[in-house]
């Protein structure tokens, strides 16, 4: 079976200065997938360069069997993202920013439908602008649903939620993950990783550090939660040199 999202060997330089140094990386279809990683471990540039916003320096990528940038249009009809930096038009209410967001789509979610799912329904007519930041992201990932896609990318998810908020957008992908929805989950938060993923990746330097489950992970360093084993894992990489 092709994997949803294949990677292998990839490269992304700037400037000459490496971000992903051989990164190799395969998701099967219905797999949620964390990753995890500090700040400049390359964990954006990755998902971008799968995403098809950044083209690798070598090596390949392909999702559901298409080429990013080769396959563009034929990409984006599958895959859906939710990044850090904000695909909203801010001088659009919010069901103006879905519905402009669902005509790209031959078919997809009812933006109103969307709307009440996400929690917005009380700013639905109110412009991105205007809204708080934690409805600012509720609405970023309804514009990564619209188009109902089979491969999901969320960069950060629950940035600037109140625990309500976050708990209400987990279910959302409980829902997500039981239709078969493919997901890469970037995120800080270890209790969310831990909730939404059954496997993980540890990106440091532009390289994969180690991969498992959660549960794994915590038990091969003897650690108490997912923050404590990356430590762990990555000092121990920084004392034998392998990241040099």
């Known amino acids: 079976m092709i994997p949803a ?3 292998q060997g990839l490269t992304r330089s700037y400037r000459g200065r490496p971000v992903l140094r051989g990164v190799d990386l395969a998701v099967r279809e219905g797999e949620t997938l964390g990753i995890l990683g500090h700040n400049g471990a390359g964990k954006t540039t990755l998902v971008e360069t799968i995403g098809g916003l950044r083209k690798p320096t070598s090596g390949s990528v392909r999702v559901l069997g298409l080429d990013p940038i080769a396959d563009r249009d034929r990409v984006r009809g599958v895959l859906g993202m939710q990044l850090q930096n904000s695909m909203l038009h801010h001088a659009l209410s919010v069901r103006e920013n879905l519905r402009l967001h669902r005509s790209f789509y031959r078919s997809g979610e009812d933006p109103d439908a969307l709307i009440e799912r996400l929690g917005l329904t009380a700013v639905r007519g109110t412009h991105a602008q205007r809204l708080s930041g934690g ?11 619209i188009g109902r896609p089979r491969v999901l990318i969320l960069d950060e998810l629950t940035t ?8 209400g957008i987990w279910r959302l992908i409980e829902q997500l993950q039981a239709d078969g929805v493919t997901i890469l989950l970037v995120s ?13 990746i540890m990106l440091d330097a532009g390289r994969i550090l180690t991969e498992g489950s959660p549960e794994a992970l915590r038990e091969q360093t003897g650690a108490e939660d997912l923050e404590e084993a990356f430590l762990a894992l990555r000092q121990g990489t920084r004392d034998t040199g392998e990241t040099s």
């Open 5 to 7: 999202i294949e990677v």
């Open 135 to 145: 409805q600012q992201q509720r609405l970023s990932v309804g514009v990564a649903l």
């Open 160 to 167: 600037g939620l109140d625990p309500e908020g976050r708990r």
């Open 188 to 200: 800080h938060s270890m209790d969310e990783v831990a909730r939404l993923c059954r496997r993980v």
